[in-house]
């Protein structure tokens, strides 16, 4: 079992910078495919970003190039530095642990989110 919890997230001025983590507890993350991903109210959620257990990483396009993905092994935290923020940034984000263990299993987790709002 994997309890994950977001943090960083709140109020930015447009053009501003926030950095969100994913503490875990329970495993080692580094079993873990980690990806961020965001939800607007009403919207489906929406992948952000990827990082694997051997440190590829992989973002949507409307974030590559401000956003960066990142893992601390010694603090079992996965962190989400956002850059160059837009309003259309604004959403809750949400941290996901998935590893496969069998062709039939896998362990999937998230966080319970963070809520980001970039505006003036």
């Known amino acids: 079992q994997v309890q994950l919890v977001e943090s960083g997230g709140g109020l930015v001025q447009p053009g501003g910078s926030l950095r969100l983590s994913c503490a875990a507890s329970?495993?080692?993350?580094?079993?873990?495919?980690i990806r961020w991903y965001r939800q607007v109210r009403g919207e489906q959620r929406v992948l952000v970003a990827t990082?694997?257990?051997?440190?590829?990483?992989n973002y949507a396009g409307s974030v590559k190039g401000r956003f960066t993905i990142s893992r601390d092994n010694a603090k079992n935290t996965v962190y989400l530095q956002m850059n160059s923020l837009k309003p259309e940034d604004t959403a809750v984000y949400y941290c996901?642990?998935?590893?496969?263990?069998?062709?039939?299993?896998?362990?999937?987790?998230w966080g319970q989110g963070t809520q980001v709002t970039v505006s003036s």
């Open positions: 329970g495993s080692i993350l580094t079993f873990y495919v």
């Open positions: 996901n642990a998935y590893r496969t263990v069998s062709s039939s299993s896998q362990n999937d987790y």
């Open positions: 990082i694997t257990s051997t440190g590829f990483t």
